[in-house]
């Protein structure tokens, strides 16, 4: 059964902390993804990576970065956080070629206070 | 900018009834459109998807109608049931930036019994 794993369900931190959240997929994809989702506003993609050291930026990148040094994981980075990114944070993985589905984690709902 | 605009933002049916989803996209480079379903604490899961050189696509309850010249898709569910009660999304994606989903801002659907 594929599998995307977040690290954390929920996280909660203060403002100006740095935040890591973590994402692993165990179905050997080369295509990794971080959205955030916000009611009334979808899923908005903030970073994306094709491969292993490979990262894209996507439509909100701003106050994000991200790392991907193994195939498997792939981590978004608040550099200082901001009650502005309270948000759900979903991971995604997908095989690379053409037109490929694309498998979900369960998410990780982050409250900056 | 959202690239894909998705109505209605909520719809109630009832059981037995037809769900109707409607979208719309600008960027004619997207090639792929896929509709996830997300149940509440979950991630979004792939429902169906379509390729601009189909018109239509059904898998059981569920169709897919794309209109390439109007750049417009939808999505039928027939006999809808309470347990398709969930959050629809539309999404758009194109090979050049490694299929990275661009997702409309959600349909909630509530079949009533």
């Known amino acids: 059964d594929v599998k995307v794993t977040q690290s954390s369900r929920y996280l909660v931190k203060r403002t100006g902390e740095k935040v890591f959240l973590e994402c692993v997929q165990d179905?050997?994809?080369?295509?990794m993804f971080w959205y955030r989702q916000d009611p009334g506003l979808g899923l908005r993609l903030i970073y994306f990576s094709y491969d292993v050291k490979m990262k894209e930026k996507g439509d909100i990148p701003e106050g994000y970065s991200v790392s991907r040094e193994k195939k498997e994981r792939f981590s978004l980075i608040l550099e200082s956080a901001s009650t502005n990114q309270t948000s759900m944070y979903l991971c995604a993985s997908s095989p690379m070629g053409t037109r490929t589905e694309a498998f979900f984690g369960q998410g990780t709902r982050l409250t900056v206070v | 900018q959202q690239q894909v605009k998705q109505s209605p933002q909520s719809l109630i049916v009832q059981k037995g009834g037809i769900s109707i989803i409607n979208c719309a996209y600008e960027n004619t480079a997207f090639d792929y459109f896929p509709w996830y379903q997300q149940f509440p604490g979950k991630g979004p899961a792939l429902l169906i998807a379509i390729r601009p050189d189909v018109s239509e696509k059904k898998e059981g309850r569920f169709t897919i109608s794309f209109n390439k010249s109007a750049k417009q898709f939808s999505l039928h569910i027939m006999d809808s049931q309470p347990g398709d009660s969930a959050t629809y999304f539309c999404a758009a994606s194109r090979a050049n930036s490694g299929y990275a989903l661009n997702f409309g801002k959600g349909t909630s659907l509530l079949v009533t019994p």
């Open positions: 179905m050997d994809h080369e295509n």
